[in-house]
């Protein structure tokens, strides 16, 4: 879960999943005189919308801190070797749906433990070191298999390269719009296109008022295009104990969140 406090004392909470299917709604719409659209289009789209549905193992199990009373957000989950059967059954699952798309999800998991391989100047946001040896036993039993599955599928490298860092860049913009309220930030380098000489550039994004967020430069294929979120909203942080978060996350409604993103004309 990506949990968000708010000024009011309260919380959005936003499923993985809900995170996932937005970092999808942005890809199938990137493109456009200045930026190409992604290539193969379904596969990578498909791997942007369900890279992080290993979380839909947690999602009907809401963890929670007993002793803060605070819930656990996505960063902080208990059990490592749970994470990783559940990040391993997400690859395994879109590797049997699509395997283009399987490759990329994988690529994603383990990129994470190696600072986005070096794809993404900013934000710095990976997951750090982590000294259990499952972790890298992980990282590296699934690193084999994708250069097995890009000699399998005869996939160009660079093109894979490419949709991998995409999809950096996508995950980022996730969580731009899920951790916080989007203020204004930029993410570096964003590439515009495929093939050795592509053009990569920084791309900023800021908040101009009544749900709408500026691109600098703009990436989309519609010059406005509407996004949504689905979340929910808890009047409190806090809670005497699991049960009652539990039953408090499960009555409140479902709710969207909504923005707009245009061309930032400065």
């Known amino acids: 879960m990506i949990i968000r406090k708010e000024a009011n004392g309260g919380l959005t909470i936003i499923p993985q999943t809900a995170h996932s299917l937005f970092v999808g709604q942005m890809a199938a719409h990137w493109g456009n005189r200045d930026f190409e659209t992604p290539q193969p289009f379904e596969s990578v789209v498909r791997a942007a919308a369900y890279h992080d549905y290993g ?3 947690w999602e009907p199990d809401l963890p929670f801190n007993a002793v803060t ?3 656990l957000e996505f960063r902080k989950l208990p059990d ?3 994470q990783l059967r559940a990040y391993q059954g997400c690859i395994e699952w ?9 490759l990329l999800v994988s690529m994603h998991q ?3 433990r190696r600072k986005r391989y070096g794809h993404i100047v900013h934000p710095v946001d990976f997951i750090p070191a982590d000294p259990h040896p499952p972790v890298e036993q992980f990282i590296l039993y699934n690193e084999e298999r994708q250069d097995h599955a890009r000699q399998l599928l005869k996939a160009d490298a660079d093109a894979v390269w490419t949709n991998y860092h995409l999809l950096q ?3 980022l913009l996730g969580l731009y719009f899920t951790c916080q309220e989007p203020g204004n ?3 570096d380098p964003v590439p515009m296109g495929y093939g050795k000489n592509r053009t990569r550039t920084a ?3 800021r908040a101009i008022g009544n749900g709408k967020i500026g691109f600098d430069p703009y990436p989309f294929d519609r010059p406005s295009l509407k996004v949504q979120i689905a979340c929910k909203r808890l009047p409190q942080s806090s809670f005497p104990d699991q049960a009652s978060y539990r039953r408090a996350y499960f009555q409140a409604p479902n709710e969207l969140l909504e923005y707009e993103l245009v061309e930032l004309r400065c």
Request: charge should be negative; proline fraction near 7%.
């Open 110 to 112: 383990t990129g994470l």
């Open 80 to 82: 490592i070797d749970r």
């Open 185 to 187: 930030d930029y993410i």
């Open 69 to 71: 009373g605070e819930p």
């Open 94 to 102: 879109m590797n049997e749906i699509d395997p283009y798309s399987g």
């Open 203 to 205: 791309m900023s994004m």
């Open 55 to 57: 979380h839909l193992n």
């Open 169 to 171: 860049v996508w995950d």
